[in-house]
């Protein structure tokens, strides 16, 4: 069974750093589209980066352009979101994602309907 799992959120002052990983199992993240989403309470959930299978493409939200970086470990099957210069606005529960499908090795989606597999989050939280 395909399943993916967050760790590393946590509290942080702002300015400061985290580094989110996403691990999956029952699967090799490898070939797949991988994006990070985050969700806020009373907002709707929000693409944050996206990777494609090759690491060839990347997709940033606006608002994280600069600060944040998302990449991969293939021998540890994991994909991880770099953020840095942390803002208060930067607090949501975290989401990982993958695309089971096939597409082209620089294909990147930044449409939650578009991944078919979820973790269960983390929170972050950016707070003096």
């Known amino acids: 069974q395909a399943q993916l799992a967050e760790s590393g959120g946590g509290l942080v002052q702002p300015g400061g750093s985290l580094r989110l990983s996403c691990a999956g199992s029952?699967?090799?993240?490898?070939?797949?589209?991988i994006g990070w989403f985050r969700q806020a309470p009373g907002k709707e959930r929000e693409v944050v980066a996206c990777?494609?299978?090759?690491?060839?493409?990347?997709y940033y939200a606006d608002s994280v352009k600069g600060r944040f970086t998302i990449s991969r470990d293939n021998a540890k099957n994991t994909v991880y979101l770099q953020m840095n210069s942390l803002k208060s606005e930067d607090t949501a529960v975290y989401y990982c994602?993958?695309?089971?499908?096939?597409?082209?090795?620089?294909?990147?989606?930044?449409?939650?309907?578009?991944?078919?597999?979820w973790g269960q989050g983390t929170q972050v939280t950016v707070s003096s």
């Open positions: 994602a993958a695309d089971r499908a096939v597409h082209s090795a620089n294909y990147v989606t930044s449409r939650p309907r578009d991944y078919d597999y």
């Open positions: 990777i494609s299978s090759s690491d060839s493409s990347t």
């Open positions: 029952g699967f090799t993240l490898e070939y797949n589209t």
